[in-house]
């Protein structure tokens, strides 16, 4: 029983990450209406994008910490937990790489002339790689770490 509980935990999670993928790819396309939108921007429909996603990703983050909680606290497998607690600091990191990042491409874009905007483009769009790749790393731990439960 422990084993079907657990992996119907990780299957939770897989949807959970699908959703946070949704997310993002939904944001990023808001926020390039919002850049088209220049030079008059329309800022009160940007503000309740980000509002609608904060909503999203904190029930999104909510869920995984319970289902870590549960891993470690009924199902005995705080070595999982741990992965979903290193995922959600990733997953932190990520989503405040990408707000800095859509700062930098408006400031890019309102001033062309200024290169140190593109070259802070250049630099987030690097470290939001890096994020992105130790989350997949970390869900490859989690997916190897949980066969054994099968």
Do not use: C, N
Not at 16 to 36: D, M, N, P
Not at 48 to 57: I, W
Not at 69 to 77: A, F, I, Q, S
Request: overall charge negative.
């Amino acid at each position: 029983m422990t084993g079907e509980a657990v992996q119907a935990l990780l299957q939770r999670l897989q949807v959970l990450q699908g959703e946070r993928v949704e997310t993002y790819r939904l944001f990023e396309e808001g926020h390039q209406a919002y850049l088209s939108s220049a030079p008059h921007y329309d800022f009160p429909r940007y503000r309740q994008l980000v509002h609608e996603v904060t909503v999203a990703f904190s029930g999104i983050s909510r869920e995984v910490l319970g289902i870590a909680g549960r891993l470690r606290d009924e199902l005995g497998r705080p070595d999982l937990a741990q992965h979903l607690a290193r995922l959600q600091e990733r997953e932190q990191e990520k989503l405040q790489l990408t707000a800095q990042l859509q700062l930098a491409r408006q400031q890019a874009q309102d001033q062309p002339e200024v290169d140190v905007h593109q070259q802070e483009v250049q630099e987030l769009k690097h470290k939001l790689i890096k994020t992105i790749e130790a989350i997949s790393e970390i869900l490859q731990d989690l997916k190897y770490d949980s066969e054994e439960v099968e």
